[in-house]
Structure formats: structure tokens, C-alpha cells
């Protein structure tokens, strides 16, 4: 079955940087595209980044410039690289993966941005 575990969040204080990770089983994760992303309380879930297949990726405006999505298909795992973190960013983030038209969804794992 598809499994999704993400890691890598924490407490960082405004400025600074965390890499999540994803590590994916129980589907051909390279064939898939593979997506992020965030809910903060009391808001909707929201589209951080996605990776293609082919590795091209694309960003919600507000993390542009900022965060990068990466991919290793060697390893089945998706990266998220966070850098110049703003307290807004603080959010339980969600590596997600649609297959045969099922909605694949992680744990989840806290990133809070605060000095």
C-alpha cells in the first residue's frame, strides 16, 4: 500500500532554513508527481510546490524564490529546502501523491517559524 512519511520539521526562528523530507513506498515513485503541502491553523490546506516526473517543478507565488522542491528517485523521497523562513510559514506540512486518481496523504510534520 502507499505509505508517505515525512520529516525534518522543527522550530526555527525567522531567517533561517529547514529541509523536510518525504520517503514514499508502495508505488513506481518515480513515474508520479509528487506535491507539498501546508495547513496553518485555522486555514485551508494549501499547495506549496509539486515536482514532476521530469524533475520541473513549480511553486505557490508565496514561497517562490525561497523553497525548492527536489526529487531522488534512487531513494523514493521527495525534498522540500526551506530557506528565509517568515513566521507565516509556520504550518503542519503534508507530502501528498495522487495515484489511479486516489489521494495519497502523510502525517504531516510541524514546521514553526518563531523567535
Known sequence: QVQLVESG??????GGSLRLSCAASGFIFSLYVMSWYRQAPGKQRELVA????????????????????SRD????????QMNSLKPEDT???????R?????????????????
Open 9 to 14: 520539521g522543527g522550530l526555527v526562528q525567522p
Open 50 to 69: 509539486f515536482i514532476r516526473s521530469s524533475s520541473s517543478a513549480e511553486y505557490a507565488d508565496s514561497v517562490k524564490g525561497r523553497f525548492t522542491i
Open 73 to 80: 528517485n534512487a531513494q523514493n523521497t521527495v525534498y522540500l
Open 91 to 97: 504550518a503542519v506540512y503534508y507530502c501528498f501523491v
Open 99 to 115: 495515484r489511479e486518481r486516489n489521494p495519497y496523504w502523510g502525517q504531516g510534520t510541524q514546521v514553526t517559524v518563531s523567535s
